[in-house]
């Protein structure tokens, strides 16, 4: 297993936080467990604080200052932290989405955000938000592309996703975007980027029908796992609890189309799409 990987505390308040926390707790001579006992967290959670993974609330910021002594350290920089671009309920995953190595993700309605074009993504805004200013619509808009800048590495993160036939079938928009939308993903696909796979409505049930799953890996802290609902969403580090999601997604790869099949399937859909625009 790889030692803890060394942070640099001025790159990030999270960063910093990290260092200083696992500074202390090695000044103590605790263990992650130890410390993770008088904060009633996972010792897995610990790591994932030392490593800049996950992000340290309030409560647990009071709860370091008092143990440690720490003359309002933690209370200070976690402030720093408080302000996201994301929701609420998906700040924390996003910003462990930006250091994972490796990410696998069910999607049962919509294109991931990491895969979505700006027309498809403001569209997937709209429809949510009918009544929202242009403006607002922007900034939604601004961050989640922001996120897709993940891709620019042309090899890390390893970005495996499962689409739903659902993703292909529900047009979110008109068919131009939707079809340009798909087109991306069939681009990401050519270039060796990703690996995608349909899992069709032919499969019939299947281990995730109860909702979206996103699986993180890292190479210096303990994998999450992210479940996704409507307006909300929830981070899980217990490791059995990770363990149970990870064959679940193992499941749904295996009865999903494999990749070139799934690749031939995107692609005809995309000119369906691309037909219906041109007719209209």
Known sequence: MPGPKKLDPSSSPRALLGAELRHRREQAGLSQTELAERLFVSGSFVGQLESGVRRMQMEQALMLDA??????????????LAKSKYPDHFAEAAE???RATEIKEYAPQLI??????EAYARAVFRSGLPTATESAIDELVAARLERSQLLADPTTP???????EAVLRR???????????????????EQHRIIVQVLPFAAGGHAAMEGGLKLMAFADAPPLAYLDGLGS???????????QYE?????????????????????????DYEHEAHEH
């Open 67 to 80: 143990f440690f002594n720490a003359d309002g350290f933690f209370e200070r920089n976690c402030k720093a």
């Open 96 to 98: 462990a989405e930006a």
């Open 112 to 117: 991931p955000g990491l895969l979505q074009t």
């Open 158 to 164: 390893m970005l495996w996703v499962v689409l739903d």
């Open 171 to 189: 047009r979110v928009g008109t068919p131009e975007p939707m079809a340009a939308a798909l087109r991306h993903v069939v681009g990401l696909m």
């Open 233 to 243: 969403g929830r981070l899980l580090d217990d490791p059995s609890t990770v363990r």
């Open 247 to 271: 064959l679940t997604y193992d499941l749904v790869v295996a009865s999903a189309l494999p990749p070139t099949a799934s690749l031939a399937l995107i692609t005809s859909v995309a000119e």
